[in-house]
């Protein structure tokens, strides 16, 4: 089963170097991926008590378009490294049906419960949230990921604000 199969996924940064280098392998807008990642990321860490900011919905337009669905993908894979996991529910939040809608969710620990908990999922987002950094910063200015960059922002990106491809109704 595909939730059973993405809590089993790798998490953490050495599983999102490898989902990157899978992504630059086999998905043709990687660039705009990356992006898009490091805005899911820096998105959490500016207010990670937004559940808005840590549920994704699938089947939006601005998702697929700059992470192709979600299905098994290097994308996909690379937000499941991150801490993300499908989740099929209604878009109310209700518990799943036949028509479900497939979400990736990221579960906050509760500080309150747990801080050592909350501290490690918090430091975990900024080190993934470095790597994505680094990987950008060690791009040429000239090359051409960078031309294709400024040609392709992804579409779910509004700075200020949680992603278009954030889930709205919670």
């Not at 630059?24 to 900011?53: G, K, M, N, W, Y």
């Not at 509760?110 to 680094?134: I, M, N």
């Not at 960059?149 to 990106?157: M, Y």
Request: glycine fraction near 6%; proline fraction near 6%; charged fraction near 35%.
């Amino acid at each position: 089963d595909a939730e059973r199969a993405s809590r089993a996924a790798p998490r953490g940064v050495d599983a999102l170097r490898a989902a990157l280098q899978d992504l630059d392998t086999h998905q043709q807008q990687h660039d705009v991926v990356r992006l898009a990642l490091r805005h899911v990321v820096t998105s959490i860490i500016e207010r990670p008590d937004d559940l808005r900011r840590r549920t994704l919905r699938c089947a939006n337009e601005a998702f697929r378009r700059d992470f192709g669905g979600s299905d098994a993908t290097p994308a996909v894979r690379a937000l499941e490294a991150i801490g993300f996991t499908l989740a099929h529910r209604q878009p109310d939040g209700a518990t799943p049906a036949a028509d479900a809608e497939p979400y990736l969710v990221m579960a906050e620990p509760d500080p309150a419960v747990d801080l050592d908990a909350w501290s490690r999922w918090f430091d975990a987002l900024g080190q993934c949230r470095a790597l994505l950094e680094e990987e950008e910063e060690g791009e040429n200015d000239d090359d051409e990921v960078h031309r294709r960059r400024r040609r392709h922002e992804p579409a779910g990106l509004r700075p200020g604000e949680a992603p278009a491809w954030a889930n709205r109704k919670y």
